[in-house]
């Protein structure tokens, strides 16, 4: 009888966790061993396969501290209806290669599943970002006012990183989507299986070539937790702009995503903003006790890697997953503060790198010139206590330069400012117009493959589950 506190502490905990989390992918592996064993002509094997279609049917049975886990719950079951099919389901099988299989199983439905969030996220940016092609803001570097530029602009910036990770989720599923069935122990072993036969019914891309590798890797799952890291820092770093916008009333979210004060009524607190950014913090701080579940581990040993790890990574699925559905729902219809954002280029001084670029072609000094002589008319100004805006000819001329009040106007319009910006990947109306359609291009793409993928691994659950074979 095992001791009562390793029951309590690591047993039945284990149990509980495999029960809500892994059984669909327990039985997937299993059916896919006894079908591949069935058809290298091992007896009674395809009994075992059409056992366990039937058993993933029927409730499966509450944690009982004589037996030791879930697999071995189900060997007894099995042998209590075919002792011969219960036998060669145990033909070179170990539950090493099973348990990084199932895990494996596991994070590819999750890692599914957040990047169909992660293409809904892209989604909502570039539908958002189509709307704001011509919306002014003043874009802010080191906390202060920097260049003006557009809201599109901004949201497709954040969308670029997002297609790029999507880009990392797909190589980390090529990295997971490989298959340790018949690794056994870790030595592999002397029945003539096909390894090969395995990795297709489970829909992986191939075996784990090394069979000491197949059971003792956990650099995949540090991979996926490294992936969640990037992109929730990303989405946690577009939040706080966000929350910033949101306190100067440059943009409102929906009644239904704020909240207001107890004691003050007109307050409108983004908390859905709030709790978004939690989320991806949750999901960053949880990654970290990933990544420490295999340092320093011996790399033969798998429980640190293995159980121990399962319940880390479901809570930083969980946490991205929440705070991606929040941002998606805060950034489906706020309302934007178009003519305030406006004022704030017009009334500020984050046009002035155009007047400098405007005084270096009508004079033809070169840009540090330029710039000397801007920076000398706003130290003017602020001595007057005059605005940037209230620039005339007669300042310029006083620093002994010469420009036409056309020029001097329309280099000071923060509108005119981003419709120069024509360079490629800038804030121009006219480039962004293009760079959106590129986007929507490039999210179909991804969205095409990740539909691909999705159908594939459902064919096989089907498939597993009682279709063909």
Request: hydrophobic residues 40%; proline residues 5%.
């Amino acid at each position: 009888m095992w001791n009562d506190t390793y029951l309590k502490t690591v047993l039945q905990p284990d149990y509980e966790y495999a029960c809500e989390h892994l059984l669909p992918h327990l039985f997937d592996a299993l059916t896919a061993h006894a079908l591949m064993l069935g058809g290298c002509g091992v007896a009674h094997a395809d009994e075992a396969a059409s056992l366990l279609r039937d058993l993933r049917r029927t409730p499966f049975p509450a944690y009982d501290p004589r037996v030791e886990d879930v697999f071995f719950t189900l060997d007894r079951l099995l042998a209590s209806r075919n002792e011969e099919a219960a036998g060669a389901l145990r033909t070179a099988l170990s539950r090493n290669d099973l348990d990084m299989t199932i895990y494996r199983l596991s994070a590819r439905l999750r890692l599914m599943r957040a990047m169909e969030r992660v293409l809904r996220l892209r989604k909502t940016l570039l539908n958002f970002a189509q709307r704001e092609t011509d919306t002014v803001i003043v874009a802010y570097t080191h906390h202060q006012p920097a260049q003006p530029t557009t809201l599109a602009h901004y949201l497709t910036a954040v969308e670029n990183v997002l297609s790029r990770d999507t880009r990392r989720m797909l190589s980390a599923l090529a990295h997971l989507n490989l298959s340790p069935m018949g690794a056994v122990a870790l030595g592999g072993t002397s029945f003539p299986i096909d390894r090969s036969r395995t990795a297709e019914l489970l829909a992986f891309d191939r075996p784990i070539e090394n069979t000491y590798d197949a059971v003792s890797a956990s650099d995949w799952q540090v991979e996926l937790a490294s992936v969640i890291t990037v992109t929730s820092t990303t989405l946690s770093r577009v939040v706080h702009d966000l929350l910033f916008w949101a306190s100067r009333g440059l943009l409102s979210l929906e009644d239904g995503l704020v909240q207001g004060s107890s004691v003050m009524p007109q307050k409108r607190n983004p908390v859905a903003l709030e709790h978004a950014r939690t989320k991806f913090s949750k999901a960053i701080g949880v990654t970290q006790s990933v990544i420490l579940s295999s340092h320093n581990v011996p790399f033969g040993d798998i429980n640190d890697p293995g159980p121990d790890m399962q319940p880390p990574l479901t809570s930083m699925w969980d946490d991205f997953r929440e705070g991606l559905e929040l941002l998606i729902a805060s950034l489906n219809n706020p309302t934007i503060n178009r003519e305030k954002w406006l004022r704030e280029a017009q009334q500020g001084e984050s046009v002035v790198t155009e007047l400098a670029d405007a005084i270096a072609r009508h004079t033809g000094c070169g840009f540090r010139d330029a710039h000397a002589h801007v920076k000398a008319l706003l130290t003017s100004l602020h001595e007057q206590g005059r605005t940037l805006s209230a620039t005339t000819t007669a300042d310029l001329h006083a620093l002994g330069l010469a420009l036409p009040e056309e020029d001097v106007r329309s280099a000071l319009n923060p509108a005119e400012f981003i419709a120069r910006r024509t360079t490629y990947g800038g804030p121009a109306p006219a480039v962004m117009t293009g760079e959106i359609a590129s986007a929507w291009e490039r999210l179909a793409a991804d969205q095409q493959q990740h539909t691909e993928l999705t159908a594939r691994f459902m064919r096989s659950r089907e498939a597993l589950e009682g279709g063909a074979s």
